[in-house]
């Protein structure tokens, strides 16, 4: 027999039949579930790395184009600011025109943009190319997701997602390992120069491997004054994140884009109810378990983004490693991803997602507080456990939260819910190093002096209190050119004791949002859409 449900096609009420979903899967190479993931896998590779394995090629890039410090912050931050605010409407495009265009055209983007970078001789052109590395990677990302939703089977869909998972955090992990070896032995360009072969594989398994999916009732039309109102409202947002550090919480400014952002997602709500075919269908949201899970993938990138941000300046600044010791002192985290993830897929999909989501995030609640004990001279072995739990914990989450977004959404709107799951994601990142920053600073500011004075040292102004503070807080120690080394010892000292104070603060509040992330789990389930995905028509 054929198994059909019934969903709801843009959150106004009207039923329609979905596809039936044991329908034989697509025969040879061409849309086989597999080889699709195998190709969608190289793209997501690609765009998860350069995540993190640009932020070791920083300060080369600072060096050889003779670029200012916020210069340099905006080869991050273009690219990130570009890739949050394009996410949902470049799942949309996705939903519209077909998946397999959308990733192909998102992988021949990416890859060309950073190529232009490596070719670039200034830092104009190099954030230039960072924004439309943001743009093309907000294309392929949702369109990846959308194409294993449509693909596989819903009793295997979430192994898919695992194995997916697995990719995003080995490369999101690795990232570093890569680049301090690239820019250690090549040059700062390699680090750019490796996605295009990367690119151009991933190129020729799409057009080979990828099968058109295309629901049978996918929005015809775009919602464009919808676009407009969400685009405006996260860059108002993500704007706000980005400058909060330097213009400070207190700051008019800071509160102008952040009212801005809110006005601008209640017109977005309003505007949305009145469109025939919306961006985003409100109607989505009635899901409880879809909703749950996009909060929890806010939460989870908080804690997981925010506290590993402080671990690589204390790997490097406190214990004084390189980039490629430091990165390998973080494969434990790597390698629980790695295997973690597909187990996560194979529980996940015997007994339904609440179960191993709330495990995960209270494993990694439980490692935030181990790393919140980290000292200046705890050991390898320690470090290796709690990095390990963390990314046991993450594994279950990156997994159970991206399935049931996905899988509660409807098929011809699952470019949107993808959108929607890394968009939580990129959020979420951005709140926690901006929030768990702003505990460092807090926390830096208010020992510091103390700490100064308890040492015998000599007395700072405040001028020079404050230039001090903004090097603790990345864990560098304010040693002057020419200073005894007895003073050195006790300045390094001090520095390091007050930046592992202001780490541990910011680790136990990352551990409270994985706390609270606990509870936010029990209220998902399994998706109610996911067996309309395999056999969906195809063109």
Not at 282 to 298: E, H, I, K, Q, Y
Request: contains cysteine.
């Amino acid at each position: 027999m054929t198994s059909q449900t019934t969903i709801d096609a843009a959150g106004s009420g009207d039923r329609v039949p979905a596809v039936p979903s044991d329908r034989p899967p697509a025969s040879g190479l061409r849309g086989h579930p597999w080889f699709t993931l195998i190709t969608v896998a190289v793209g997501v590779m690609m765009v998860a790395l350069d995540g993190t394995i640009v932020a070791i090629a920083n300060p080369a890039i600072q060096k050889d184009l003779g670029a200012t410090f916020a210069q340099v912050q905006w080869i991050t931050n273009g690219y990130f600011l570009a890739l949050a605010v394009s996410l949902i409407t470049a799942g949309k495009l996705g939903d519209r025109f077909g998946h397999r265009q959308t990733f192909l055209i998102g992988v021949v983007g990416f890859a060309s943009a950073s190529g232009a970078i490596g070719l670039s001789d200034s830092i104009g052109l190099v954030v230039t190319f960072r924004v439309f590395q943001g743009l093309f990677g907000a294309l392929l990302m949702p369109a990846a997701l959308g194409l294993l939703r449509a693909t596989f089977p819903a009793e295997k869909l979430n192994m898919a997602i695992g194995i997916w998972g697995m990719v995003i955090g080995a490369s999101t992990a690795g990232g570093p390992i890569l680049g301090g070896v690239l820019v250690q032995h090549v040059s700062w360009q390699s680090v750019f120069f490796i996605n295009v072969p990367v690119g151009a594989l991933a190129l020729a398994l799409g057009l080979v491997m990828l099968l058109d999916h295309r629901a049978q009732n996918a929005p015809r039309s775009f919602d464009l004054l919808g676009i407009a109102l969400l685009s405006g409202a996260m860059f108002c947002l993500v704007w706000a994140l980005i400058k909060a550090p330097s213009w400070g919480w207190g700051d008019g400014r800071t509160w102008a884009f952040i009212a801005a952002s809110v006005l601008g997602f209640a017109l977005f709500s309003v505007w949305e109810t009145k469109v025939k075919e919306p961006l985003i269908p409100l109607g989505l949201f009635r899901s409880v378990p879809l909703s749950a899970g996009v909060v929890l993938m806010v939460l989870m990138a908080i804690a997981f983004m925010g506290g590993l941000f402080f671990v690589t300046f204390y790997l490097q600044n406190v214990h004084g490693m390189d980039p490629v010791d430091a990165g390998l002192h973080l494969l434990p985290l790597t390698g629980m991803m790695i295997v973690g993830s597909p187990l996560a897929g194979a529980a996940i999909t015997k007994l339904g997602p609440r179960i191993p989501l709330a495990g995960g995030m209270a494993a990694t609640a439980i490692a935030m507080y181990g790393m919140s004990t980290l000292k200046a001279d705890t050991g390898s072995a320690l470090m290796s456990l709690w990095f390990g739990l963390l990314g046991l914990g993450l594994a279950p989450v990156m997994v159970g939260a991206t399935e049931v977004i996905v899988g509660n959404a409807p098929m011809e709107l699952s470019g949107v819910a993808g959108g929607l799951q890394q968009a939580a994601m990129q959020i979420g990142g951005s709140l926690g190093t901006a929030v768990l920053g702003a505990v460092m600073a807090s926390k830096v500011d208010s020992d510091l002096p103390g700490n100064w004075a308890d040492a015998g040292l000599p007395r700072l102004t405040s001028a020079q209190l404050a230039q001090a503070a903004e090097a603790v807080q990345v864990g560098v120690a304010p040693v002057a050119k020419g200073t005894p080394e007895a003073i050195a010892a006790k300045i390094t000292g001090v520095a390091h004791d007050t930046f592992i104070s202001g780490m541990s603060l910011a680790s136990l509040v990352a551990a409270g949002v994985a706390a609270v992330a606990i509870l936010v789990a029990l209220l998902t389930k399994r998706g109610e859409n996911a067996e309309s995905g395999a056999g969906v028509g195809h063109v």
